[in-house]
């Protein structure tokens, strides 16, 4: 899988670079130093993934964010930890924050490759219906039969949704409010642009984030009332 890097510090470019050249699962075919060069780059190359500065001159790492074609995942770098939020609405793969650690970034490229797979062996991929209490997805020559009590949390990523149950993963070609439609309300609560939880998985929450096993889902600002109100009792953490 190929990957470019967007960053505006020198620095900051040559160690990202040195870190991602140990990975054997990546291939560094570009490195900017603001966002406008690398749209130009984009507009002949096909990448995989971007390793994206947030804060640029001119064009932003979120600004730019928002014009990339949902084929090419993108993973956030920056100082800045207020960002993280509004990254996941972007529908970033993942968000690491300046100095990253080598073992926090390895984990971010699985992630990626893991995502990039799924993406390209659901071409055909749909959700074919529901019923009182599961949902028939179909995948590639397959149909899958998963129960509501299953699923943990629905992931949106651009065009697509990724569905997490305690064995798998599924990916489908459908966007995360045509599925929150097709589950039940009273089960699943959309708490952010990017993720929708079964109630009944949650493990723990505090103001911002819900965790769910090894998942830590953010709870976007405006799903946040509906969430304290539907889930715990209009009541937030002092």
């Known amino acids: 899988m190929n990957c470019i890097i967007v960053d505006d510090e020198p620095l900051a470019r040559e160690e990202l670079q040195n870190m991602v050249r140990e990975s054997s699962q990546l291939e560094v075919i570009g490195i900017f130093s603001n966002a406008l060069s690398a749209l130009d780059f984009l507009k002949t190359n096909e990448v995989d993934l971007i390793f994206l500065d947030i804060e640029m001159p001119k064009v932003s790492g979120l600004e730019?964010?928002?014009q990339i074609s949902?084929?090419?995942?993108?993973?956030?770098?920056t100082a800045y930890a207020q960002y993280a939020l509004k990254s996941y609405e972007l529908d970033a793969i993942d968000y690491l924050l300046k100095p990253i650690d080598p073992t926090r970034l390895e984990k971010a490229i699985s992630k990626s490759i893991a995502y990039k797979t799924l993406l390209s062996e659901s071409t055909k991929s749909t959700i074919e219906g529901s019923t009182a209490d599961f949902l028939m997805v179909k995948s590639e020559r397959r149909y899958y039969k998963i129960r509501f009590k299953?699923?943990?949390?629905?992931?949106?990523?651009?065009?697509?949704?990724?569905?997490?149950?305690?064995?798998?993963?599924?990916?489908?070609?459908?966007?995360?409010?045509?599925?929150?439609?097709k589950i039940p309300s009273d089960l699943f609560l959309r708490v952010s642009k990017s993720y929708v939880v079964h109630v009944n998985h949650i493990d723990s929450f505090d103001?911002?984030?819900?965790?769910?096993?090894?998942?830590?889902?953010?709870?976007g600002e405006v799903y946040k009332n509906d969430f304290f109100d539907k889930y715990a009792g209009g009541t937030q953490l002092l």
């Open 64 to 66: 730019f964010a928002a």
């Open 70 to 77: 949902g084929q090419t995942l993108i993973i956030f770098t």
């Open 150 to 181: 299953d699923i943990r949390f629905i992931e949106g990523l651009k065009d697509y949704v990724v569905i997490y149950t305690q064995t798998q993963k599924l990916i489908t070609a459908m966007n995360l409010k045509n599925i929150h439609q």
């Open 207 to 219: 103001n911002h984030t819900i965790y769910i096993g090894d998942f830590e889902i953010p709870i």
